[in-house]
């Protein structure tokens, strides 16, 4: 769970529309169960590139919460 921030707005512009204050989850899906594994060896490397950049949020996500924490 989220609540939006300016902060977290200019990370997810598609959030703009939303007003400070409010909260929202982001929610991921493990498609393997439902896709085939030729349709998972054809999007290997994004999907790879796709964990990296989730585990470079995750990071940057505890580090803003820290830095909230710490006010």
């Known amino acids: 769970m989220h609540q939006i921030t300016p902060f977290i707005k200019n ?3 598609f959030l703009n ?4 204050g409010s909260l929202v989850f982001f929610v991921e899906i ?3 169960p439902i896709v085939s594994n030729h ?3 054809n999007f ?11 585990s470079s949020i995750i ?3 505890e580090h803003y919460d820290n ?5």
Not at 67 to 71: A, C, L
């Open 11 to 13: 990370k997810y512009p």
């Open 17 to 20: 529309h939303l007003k400070v």
């Open 30 to 32: 493990d498609i393997k």
């Open 39 to 41: 349709t998972l060896k």
């Open 44 to 54: 290997h490397n994004l999907l790879k590139e796709r964990a990296k950049v989730r």
């Open 59 to 61: 990071r940057e996500e």
């Open 67 to 71: 830095y909230i924490q710490n006010m």
